[in-house]
């Protein structure tokens, strides 16, 4: 019973000795600095709740705080890991041409789970990779200025086509297939 007295007298000291707006100037001054890098960051491109976890806290910014910052942040939509995703995944297949499955690692590298990778990559279609793998053969092969002298040089035009589509993760049967159907157009150009 003592105990439990001696812990409400030192209750009712801390409350009478504490200063509305104390602990609320230190908080706000420590997030301030926090939420100046995390929007500093967020102007240079999205990012994902993770990434820019990972980039404060690399900044020796205080976790909690940090945790702090990023749920405002998320409260005014300036953090969506379902925005990031869906936007990285449409602007990095149409401008890089990268397959799905290389989308999706980055993205889960990024710290976005499986429900919300899943979802962004949901707007790639099966017909959609396979333009985009197309393009990149049809625009590797352009480069071939004569047709080549031999069986080898065929075979190593071959392989800097399916090198481009590898590199960017697309599947290896289609990829031989497109750089194939790319090669004997591009040759029958040539010869033409």
């Known amino acids: 019973m003592r105990s439990q007295d001696q812990k409400i007298a030192q209750l ?29 960051l967020l102007d240079a ?29 998320a409260a005014v939509n300036l953090v969506n890991d379902a925005d990031f995703a869906h936007e990285w995944v449409r602007q ?20 976005v789970d499986d429900a919300t990778r899943a979802g962004a990559l949901g707007q790639i279609g099966a017909a959609d990779e396979e333009a985009t793998a197309r393009a990149l053969a049809e625009k590797k092969a352009r480069g071939i200025r004569e047709v080549p002298a031999d069986r080898a040089e065929t075979d190593k035009a071959l392989r800097r086509i399916v090198g481009v589509l ?25 010869d033409g």
């Open 45 to 73: 491109r999205a990012r994902s709740r993770h990434e820019l976890r990972g980039r404060l806290i690399d900044a020796e910014f205080e976790p909690v705080v940090v945790d702090d910052v990023l749920d405002d942040l």
């Open 166 to 190: 590898a590199r960017r993760g697309f599947q290896q049967g289609m990829s031989l297939r497109i750089a194939r159907e790319a090669l004997d157009g591009r040759l029958a150009e040539l």
């Open 92 to 111: 990095r297949h149409a401008r890089r041409g990268k397959s799905a499955r290389v989308l999706d690692r980055e993205l889960r590298d990024k710290g």
């Open 12 to 40: 009712k000291q801390a409350i009478a000795e504490f200063t509305p707006g104390q602990l609320d100037r230190e908080a706000e001054e420590a997030k301030a600095a926090v939420r100046k890098r995390a929007l500093g």
